[in-house]
C-alpha cells in the first residue's frame, strides 16, 4: 500500500517535516533555557526570596532535570516496573476514581485550587480569623454570589479583575481614606442577605472578614475586621509597593 505522507526532499533538500522538527526543538529549548534564566530573577525580585534560597531550589531544579531521567531509565526497563505501572497501578487508579473524595483531590491539585503559599512571604494572615476559614496563601474559593443588594447571582471570579489587586469586604462596608493602591486596587464589598450567607458558609468564610487577592487569584492579606495599618504594613513590607494617600 503506497503511503501518504511524503518524504520526497524540499526546495531546501530536506524531508519536509525537519522544519517542524526543528521548530519545536528549538521552542521547547527557548522555553526552557528562557526559564531557567529568569527563574532566581523571578524569586528574588517577585517572591522575595533570599538569594541563597532561590540559588538552593534552581540548582536542585537543574539537578533534578538531569538525573530523574537517568533514574526513570533504569527502572523502567525492569520488567517489574513495566508489570507495576500497566497492571497494578492502573487498576489502583481506577478504583480510587470511583471515590468522590479522591476526584475532588484530584481536582484540587490540577486545577491548582489545592495549592497553597501559607508561609510564603507574600501571604500573611491576622489574628482572629477561625482555621477553617481560607487563609493568606491560600487560592481564594470559587463563590457565586450577589455583588450589589437585590442583585442577581455572580460568578465572582469572572467579576474580578486578574490585572488587579481585589480587595474583598464581606460583612462590612468598603474603606474610606485609607492607603490606596489605585489603579492596581479593585474594591468590592459583599452584601448581607440569605443567597450570600449560605455561599460564605459553604466555604467557611466568617463574618465579617476581608480577603485581598493577589491578580492569580491566591490570599495575600486576610483577616476579620479591616486593618488600615496592616494593610498598609502589607503593601509597603511585602510586596514593597510606594503608599500612596
Known sequence: MPSSIPTSPGRTGHPPGLAILFLTEMWEKFSFFGMRALQVY??????HFSQASAS????????????????????SDRWLAGFFRTRVLAKILAVAMRSERIQRLAFRTVSQIGIQYRDGPLA??????????????????????????????????KKLDDTRFNLIMIGQPL??????????????????????DRELKRAHIPQPSFYLLRPDGHVGLAGVRYDASAAIGYVSERLRIAKRT
Request: hydrophobic fraction near 45%; charged fraction near 20%.
Open 42 to 47: 523571578y524569586m528574588t525580585k517577585q517572591l
Open 175 to 196: 474603606p474610606e481614606g485609607v492607603a490606596r493602591l489605585d489603579p492596581v486596587l479593585a474594591m468590592y464589598a459583599i452584601p448581607n442577605d440569605d443567597v450570600n
Open 56 to 75: 538552593l531550589i534552581y540548582g536542585a531544579y537543574a539537578a533534578g532535570v538531569y538525573l530523574t531521567p537517568i533514574v526513570g531509565g533504569i527502572v
Open 124 to 157: 500573611e494572615t491576622l489574628d482572629g480569623l477561625p482555621r477553617t476559614a481560607p487563609r493568606a496563601g491560600d487560592r481564594f474559593p470559587w463563590l457565586r454570589l450577589t455583588l450589589v443588594p437585590s442583585g442577581p447571582v455572580e460568578d465572582l471570579f
